[in-house]
């Protein structure tokens, strides 16, 4: 599942956030060669991130949770999350899924999502 989260579906995710769109709209505004978009929608379709709606690709519920936890740690300055801190993120968005359809309600998911991103280990990139 990793393999999926590098720069480009993840531009692909913040493409769809906005609305969904068809396979060209994506390719247009995510600037992606068509080989790599394939790849992309295939694996985000493969983890329920994005589906398919007609002949128009839409984020899940799932991957605009995923989406707003990367745009959390995004903002946190221009660090790079160490490959344990990116595994710690993903576990906990799956974990937050499995909340979510247990009933909990969004306070408690919040705080769980929350804690797993302040806990992230991060080191700083040269500028």
Do not use: W
């Not at 499995?98 to 500028?127: C, D, K, L, W």
């Amino acid at each position: 599942m990793l393999r999926v989260f590098d720069a480009q579906p993840i531009r692909v995710l913040e493409t769809l956030a906005k609305a969904p769109k068809s396979f060209m709209e994506v390719l247009r505004e995510a600037a992606l060669p068509k080989a790599t978009l394939h790849r992309a929608l295939v694996g985000l379709s493969m983890c329920k991130f994005v589906k398919k709606v007609g002949d128009r690709y839409a984020i899940t519920s799932d991957g605009e949770l995923l989406l707003k936890s990367f745009r959390r740690l995004r903002t946190r300055s221009m660090l790079k999350i160490t490959d344990d801190g990116l595994r710690r993120v993903l576990e906990q968005a799956d974990r937050t899924l499995r909340m979510e359809r247990s009933g909990f309600n969004r306070v408690e998911q919040f705080e769980s999502v929350q804690e797993a991103v302040e806990g992230v280990e991060v080191i700083s990139v040269p500028a």
